[in-house]
């Protein structure tokens, strides 16, 4: 284990990038200050460049990239904010040069909003060009106008477009003028789910965009089994989580059913969380259908005939975290305390069949943070695992004194 342990160590190293900037919110022509630090890092030397990208958040593409010196694990400086880049939502990107397995070792990302404060002669729009009837599975209509400030159409404006597909890549892309009702209609090939377009005319160009409907996905639904899997006959906790179509928290009560006979209510509170106990039964299927929707049924995972359950008390743990520890036939197994960067200790427990075995674990030799217990076979193949938090109630405290009273 421990040998693992510092492979693992070697391979996914620990280090973190963190930046401060000034702001979040920035307009054109604008410095953006910013200072990134290493954390946790013990080679500060071999971190020397910082590269940072600004990426639109709605096409992904990268609008500005810059490098910079890191001199003992520090790196600072400004960028700068030009006329052409857009109003919008974007995220800076920073990584050091740095790689393992030919990816960052240290990353950090930074959402930002550009407000733009220059004034344009002109409005540009997009609309569908029949909504009532819209099939993203078929080619549609988008049409744009613009406008004077007086309200008067303008013809021949530049037009420069893209067509972004459902992969965020740059499906189609193209150059026209807008006609004497100051209205250019894009024919959009199926499946596109965004349209950009920079409009010109004269000296002043303005950005609009427009995101198209997607076809309703159907909600997320997430079964976790403490310790990892479901075994049949022994007593399980199920955490379970329920998403939007869009990935976001989502306060629900279903349904669970036995072979389509309904056994529990469950329920998720503001984060889509929630969580229930179960007795797989053996020759069960188990699954879960909300009240909202009734017409869908959400499988839980299928129990292991045989196997081991483990069970922690209380996750976030002061001096001393407790297990319970459940097996379908009499074994020997070997408990391992570690956090993936250091292997704390080793216990062998044995378990006699469907008998609940309890565990205290002294945490006196954990630093205090995440760590997890894992049970394994003697050649350190795992069996179940479970995250905990060691020593919760070791907060941190400052004390600020002035110079002078």
Known sequence: MREKLNWYKQTHPATTLFAHFDKTVYTNNENVWFT??????????????LAISLVNDIDHAVVMQEKFVMTDGIGFGNLFLPDSIAAGNYTFMLCTNKLINKQPEAVFTQPITVKNTNTTDFKATLTIADSSNYDNAKPQKVILSVIGNNYLPLANAVVNYQFIGNKNSIAFSGKAKTDKAGT???VLPPDKNLVNVQVQYNKASKYVHLLLPQKQK????????EGGSLVNNLVSHV??????????????TGILFRNNEPVDTLTT????LGKFVLVPQTGSKYSVKLLNHPDTAYHLPVARTTGLV????????NDTVSIRLQSSYDINVFLNVHNYQEHFFTEVIPLKALQLRRVNIVLATLPKGLAEVTLSDSLGHPYAERLFFAHYNQRNLLNLKTEKQ
């Open 218 to 225: 159907q909600i997320q639904v997430k079964f976790y089994p």
């Open 310 to 317: 483990l069970m922690v008390n209380k996750s976030m743990a």
């Open 239 to 252: 955490g379970w989580e329920v998403k939007t179509s869009a990935g976001l928290p989502l306060t629900t």
């Open 184 to 186: 250019y209609t894009f």
């Open 269 to 272: 509170d503001s984060y889509g």
């Open 36 to 49: 990134a630090y290493l954390l946790n890092c013990t080679k500060v030397d071999q971190h020397h460049t």
